[in-house]
Structures are given as C-alpha cells and as structure tokens.
C-alpha cells in the first residue's frame, strides 16, 4: 500500500500565539482546531524521521534481502515557516532590547481600563540577518589647519581606540579563520573584498597572516609539548596538494600528506596538523619526542594501515597500539550481502563488545574501571572472535594452496 504524499502545512507562531491566547477566553473555533491540530502533526512528523544506522540489525536486514529497494522519506526540506535555528543558535548576534513606550510592569491596561498589564517571562524575538563584507574599512578625515604666520599645522586627534596599525588583530584573525579555517585561497578572498570595495591584494594577506604567525609559535610550540604528555593519542592522515613544496634534492617522495593527531588527558582534547612530505606515524613519533620519561606508555589508536604506526620512537617512549574497532567493523558491514552467514556472526559478537561499553558508559566507570570491566567480559569474547576468524584463515590458504 502506497503511502500518501505528505500534505503541505504552513505554521506561522504569530497565529498560533494569537490562537493560545484566544483559548484562554473562548472555547476554540473549528480554524483555530484545526491551526494547532496541524502544527501538532507537523512537529510531531519531525520527531519520527528515520535516520541511517549500521545498526547491525538495519545492516543485516538490507544483506538479507539485496534485491529490495527501500524507500525513505524526503527529509531534506524544512517545514515552511520555520528556520533551521532558532534566536539562541545565533550566540554571535548583536542582541537589542525594545521595551514598550510609556507601559511598564504592573501598569493599568490602556485596552480595558480594569486590569494590570504584568511583563511576559518570554518576550517577542525577531532575527534580522544582514549582509557585510568578510572585512570592513573606515576612513578617518583628520582636520588640518595651517597658520599663515609661522606655517605650523594643526591636526586633529583620531578618535578613542584608533590604534597606529592599519590592519586590526580582528582582521588578521578573519583572514586566517577565512584560509586555514575554511578552505578560502588567498586571491579568492582578494576578488570578493575588491567586489565589495575593499581592496586587500593576496600578497597583503600572506604578509598579515606571516606576521602574526611569528607570535603565535610560542602557543603552538606548548600545544605540541602538552600533546606529547596524553594519555591517548589519535592519527591519521590524508593526501593533500601543496603547489610548490621544498623538498631535500634526495628525498624520493612525491606525496603530500596533512596529519592530523589529537592527545587526550584527564577530558582535555588536543588537535595538531602537520602538512608536508611526512605520515602520520613520523609525525607521531616526533610529536612523542617531548614526552616525558616518568609517564607511562601512552595508546595509540588508529587504522591499520602501516604508516599510521611511528617507526622510530624516542629513547625510553613505548606506545601500546590499540586498532580501531569500528574501522575493521565497517570492512564486514560492506560485505554483509556477499556473507551474510559470516558477517552476521562477526557483527553479533562486536555487539556485546559495544554493549559492555555503553553499559559502562551508563554507570559513569572511571577509565581503569572500564578497562577491568572489557578485560572480564569483552576479552574472552574477542578471543573466542580471533579464534573463529583463524580458524576460517587456515581453511581459506588451504583451499587456495589445493587449487
């Protein structure tokens, strides 16, 4: 049975508001019923959207039935009359307070004359959002008056707060936020300013960014000191394209990578970037070279690919390498048509590993508690998964060596 097309309901809060306050007089009109009994229906429609899951039961279900096609609706577009945020998602907008002119709390209603008028808990909130250039130039014409006498020349004082640089730390900020933070090239953001009449050339902005750059090293040098001291680390890395990068006249490589690692201690996240020629395991093992001698071994999670792992760690610094779960899980999740008998009891057992975890998840366990509690329910469940999986690996390099 085919499902109806899901009908169009315009909502508009100024009505419903007026229906609520309606309501407190009045008993409801049939319109106004039927208003409330639509927004009703609509948010309710936006509570119970379906959402992607690999879920091992959702993953199982499609591996079991590869020829059907299942049908989602289309959540894509928003219910009319509504923003996708509401006013306190906007924690960056400039807030104005309106009051009413000559009424104030507890004044006589001026509608009925009998009544007092009390302030609302919630007032009326209205989001105006206008457009601005990325950056912004105010020009300051000083007065100069020249003595016809002596020929001295008088100049007015800039205002209060007009510092001596041209470029304002604000700016510096945007323009590194618009590159490193965005992705936005240099002669891009030099062609959108000049449409908006402010002329900021591309080797400008490098030199404004470089300069800064100088005083912020100390920051970062720390970071990548404080880094080295977690107690977990995460890495990885991607490709990425550098248009002309410096390389030593025998250095082989033609890649180029950004890595990306991130320290974790005592609930504080660190993230550091390195692009150039190295992995991310080089990268790793230099960041770990200002790691303190006393601390235990830091983990280490990440993928399985090889150069993920440091290779030339510092003196006295061991890592214990902890492979992502999830990852090796995903590679089973996209064979589950192919092997659907295999998969599933592949997928079944990681699920009580996931469910020990969310299990101590809820208690609140400290990280040692948590690592007891793996060790006597999850370890013997993983062991008992190697076994079965080597087991299946003997049998395949059998039956491959006998053909």
């Given at each position: 049975?085919e499902?109806s097309a899901r009908?169009r309901?315009d909502?508009?809060?100024?009505e419903?508001?007026q229906?609520?306050?309606?309501?407190?007089?009045?008993p409801?009109s049939?319109a106004?019923h039927?208003?409330?009994r639509g927004a009703?229906?609509?948010?309710?429609?936006?509570?119970?959207?379906?959402?992607s899951t690999?879920?091992t039961?959702a993953?199982?279900?499609?591996?079991?039935?590869?020829?059907?096609a299942t049908t989602?609706p289309?959540?894509s577009?928003?219910?009319?009359?509504?923003?996708?945020?509401?006013a306190?998602?906007?924690v960056?907008?400039?807030?104005i307070?309106i009051?009413y002119?000559n009424?104030?709390?507890r004044?006589r209603?001026?509608e009925?004359?009998?009544?007092n008028?009390y302030e609302q808990?919630?007032?009326?909130?209205?989001?105006r959002i206008?457009?601005?250039?990325p950056?912004a130039?105010t020009i300051?014409?000083l007065e100069r008056?020249?003595?016809?006498a002596c020929?001295?020349?008088?100049t007015?004082?800039?205002?209060?707060?007009?510092?001596?640089?041209?470029?304002?730390?604000?700016?510096?900020?945007?323009?590194a936020?618009?590159?490193?933070?965005?992705?936005i090239?240099?002669?891009r953001?030099?062609?959108l300013?000049d449409q908006l009449?402010?002329?900021l050339?591309?080797?400008?902005?490098?030199?404004?960014v470089?300069?800064a750059a100088?005083l912020?090293?100390?920051?970062?040098?720390e970071?990548?000191r404080?880094?080295a001291?977690?107690?977990?680390?995460?890495?990885?890395?991607?490709s990425?394209?550098?248009l002309r990068?410096?390389?030593?006249?025998?250095?082989?490589?033609?890649?180029?990578f950004?890595?990306?690692?991130?320290?974790?201690?005592a609930?504080?996240?660190?993230?550091?970037?390195?692009?150039?020629?190295?992995h991310a395991?080089?990268?790793?093992?230099?960041v770990?070279q200002?790691r303190?001698?006393?601390?235990?071994?830091?983990i280490?999670?990440c993928?399985?690919?090889?150069?993920?792992?440091?290779k030339?760690?510092?003196?006295g610094?061991e890592?214990?390498l902890?492979n992502?779960l999830a990852?090796g899980?995903?590679?089973f999740?996209e064979?589950?048509a192919?092997?659907?008998?295999e998969?599933s009891?592949?997928?079944e057992?990681l699920g009580?590993?996931?469910?020990?975890?969310a299990h101590?998840?809820?208690r609140?366990?400290?990280?040692?508690?948590?690592l007891r509690l793996h060790?006597?329910?999850s370890?013997p469940?993983?062991?008992q998964l190697r076994?079965w999986?080597e087991?299946?690996r003997?049998?395949?390099c059998?039956v491959?060596?006998?053909?």
């Open positions: 049975m499902k009908r309901i909502v508009n809060l100024d419903l508001d229906v609520l306050n309606r309501a407190r007089e009045v409801l049939e106004d039927d208003k409330l009703l229906h609509a948010m309710a429609a936006l509570l119970v959207q379906p959402r690999e879920k039961s993953v199982l279900d499609k591996a079991g039935s590869p020829g059907e989602q289309d959540t577009a928003s219910p009319a009359g509504h923003g996708r945020n509401g306190e998602a906007f960056g907008a400039q807030k307070e009051a002119p009424l104030k709390h004044d209603c001026p009925c004359g009998k009544g008028v808990k919630e007032p009326k909130v209205l989001v206008i457009g601005q250039a950056l130039a300051y014409s008056l020249r003595c016809g020929g001295h020349v008088f007015a004082q800039e205002p209060e707060g007009v510092g001596p640089e041209k470029y304002d730390e604000t700016a510096t900020a945007m323009i936020q618009l590159k490193y933070g965005s992705g090239p240099f002669y953001l030099e062609r300013e009449g402010i002329p050339p591309a080797a400008t902005q490098w030199e404004i470089e300069e100088e912020l090293k100390p920051t970062r040098d970071l990548i404080q880094a001291q977690g107690q977990v680390v995460h890495n990885d890395d991607t990425m394209r550098v990068l410096a390389r030593e006249p025998s250095d082989e490589r033609t890649g180029v950004t890595s990306g690692i991130i320290s974790t201690d609930g504080r996240k660190i993230a550091l970037y390195f692009t150039g020629r190295q395991g080089e990268n790793l093992a230099d770990l200002q303190a001698a006393e601390l235990p071994s830091p280490q999670m993928d399985a690919l090889s150069r993920n792992v440091p030339l760690l510092p003196t610094v890592i214990l902890a992502c990852h899980r995903r590679q999740i064979v589950a192919n092997f659907p008998d998969c009891h592949v997928l057992m009580q590993v996931y469910g020990h975890d101590a998840r809820d609140g366990l400290t990280a040692e508690e948590r060790q006597q329910r370890g469940v993983m062991d076994s999986l087991e299946r003997s049998l395949i059998y491959i060596g006998g053909l």
